[in-house]
């Protein structure tokens, strides 16, 4: 239930709130004042399109707020929790406290807040689907449409249904998905046949290289090793010799050079102690280097033993791991992948023939299925359409349309569709002797505005909505008939909230709560604000919407007649 709504910067609305409450309010006011400007509100609230041509002449931008009532641990509040918005407990209740924002910048942005959160414009439009039905002329020319009259039959025939509804669209989409992919490795068979055939080359061309993890960066160290081989024997002979050797007739090698110096330091250090680390440190030395040069011998032996030949098979070995690399690439790393990730590719290209039994299968069993489920939707539903006929035929007659009958007819379509089997079609026969024609042929606006009315009302016992928005749901009616929608949208309103926009002083006469648009004119700019009626103003508005002139002796009586007959019920 809607509590309130306030409006800034809307349209002519400079700055209104909206008092709403249980129960059925009308909203009245003069021609221009305002009055769909509310109803605009209302839809930029539930996720409606917003447009910054709206927004009011003058103003940066325009918000728009509604507080609601809901079930603390209903969907919408759980919805609300899952966007990361807050509900306000309400101490001894079980609903909470909703907070809706919509606010647009006449740069055209729009921002949607829910609970305190911001929250993406979507999320507005999933809680509105599940607070609020709004009914206004458009959507009588979408009830002209089968798809609009299934969906209402659908509503009316409850949550039974729904549940065979759901489990026939589970199956039709498994159908679905099933039939694509089949119809896909049928027409693809060819080239699937191709690809697995070019798989396998490459697997085996992979598998008989068998590359090893790092075996390119190996390779070309290796390689690099042998290309420069003699470089690399002459740099450790040389530094061999100048370490130990017998050609260096001057000076001697290092470790002559040292053992020279060792020997003076030892017949020294007889004379002075300080002197025996150095020696000691000179004999290390000279183990040093005697190992250094034993370590560059075995390294010129391990020369020796390498050659041309190996460096040629290193080469080719490249080679081949760089072709290998160009075509399962960009890493030999990749390529090594290449094996698992092309095996199971394999894998499943060669179980074609078995995925396309199994898929056959599997479409065959799933449309049987589904014929069997469109049966029992059609089943429910022509059940359904009885009971529905018979409900608003009866609040026909209640709406001044005494003689007219609804008839909800139910026909097998020539194909199944998620939908079901079933084409729906709401016959209205307006008098006896005159053949049904479907509403969008044999209804005028007026009959159309109580047939909407008539089927809300009945589904309403079956399917109750929270709030049910009306706007102009009146038009095109008067008098008699007028009275009786505004009893009907009353009855309503016992289990429902009913916010009704009206022109028709019969149909606001049964509001428990009166709101007036008014407009003021101030020069060139135009406010509306919004005033909630009581007492006299209630009957002069009453009396003004009656004859246009709120003072009328005469409409001040007729409104305090229709306000008493209304009052009476």
Known sequence: MIEEISIRGLGVIGDARLPLGPGFTALTGETGAGKTMVVTALGLLLGGRADSSAIRSGSSGAVVEGQWLVDANGPVAERVRDAGGDLDEIPDSSDAGLLLSR?????????????????????????????????????????RSGTAQRAALDRFAGADLGAVVATFQGVYRRWQSAEAELELLVAERDRRIREAEDLTLALAEIEEAAPLPNEDVELGERIDRLTNLEDLRLAASQAQELLSAQTLEDTGDVLVMLDAARRLIERASE??????????????????VNDISAQLSSYLGGLDIEGARELETLQERRALLTALVRKHGPTLQDTIDFLDTGSSRLLELNNDSDRISALSAQVESDQEQILALADDVSALRRAAAVR???????????????????????????????????????????????????????????????????????IAGKDPVPTFIFDEVDAGVGGASAIEIGRRLASLA??????????????????????????????????????????????????????????????????RELLEMAHRG
Request: proline letters at 4%.
């Open 103 to 143: 606010s647009l910048s006449a740069e055209g942005r729009s921002r949607a807040v829910v609970g305190g959160r911001a929250a993406p414009v979507g999320v507005l439009g999933e809680i509105g689907h599940q607070l609020v039905v709004v009914h206004g002329q458009s959507d009588q020319v979408r009830l």
């Open 271 to 288: 004379h002075d102690t300080e002197l025996a680390p150095i020696s000691e440190a000179l004999a290390a030395a000279t183990f040093a």
């Open 388 to 458: 529905l006929s018979e409900g608003v035929t009866a609040e026909l007659g209640a709406l001044a349309m005494a003689n007219a009958r609804l008839t909800v007819d139910v026909q097998d379509k020539d194909e199944v569709s998620l939908s079901g089997k079933d084409r729906v079609t709401f016959l209205l026969q307006p008098h006896p002797g005159v053949d049904p024609l479907p509403l969008g042929r044999g209804a005028s606006g007026g009959e159309l505005s109580r047939v909407m009315l008539a089927i809300e009302v009945v």
């Open 494 to 559: 016992q289990t429902s909230q009913v916010i009704v926009v009206t022109h028709l002083a019969q149909v606001a006469a049964f509001s428990t709560n009166h709101l007036r648009v008014v407009k003021d004119v101030d020069g060139s700019v135009t406010t509306s604000s919004v005033q909630q009626l009581e007492g006299e103003d209630r009957i002069a508005e009453m009396a003004r919407l009656l004859s246009g002139l709120p003072d009328s002796e005469s409409g001040l009586a007729h409104a």
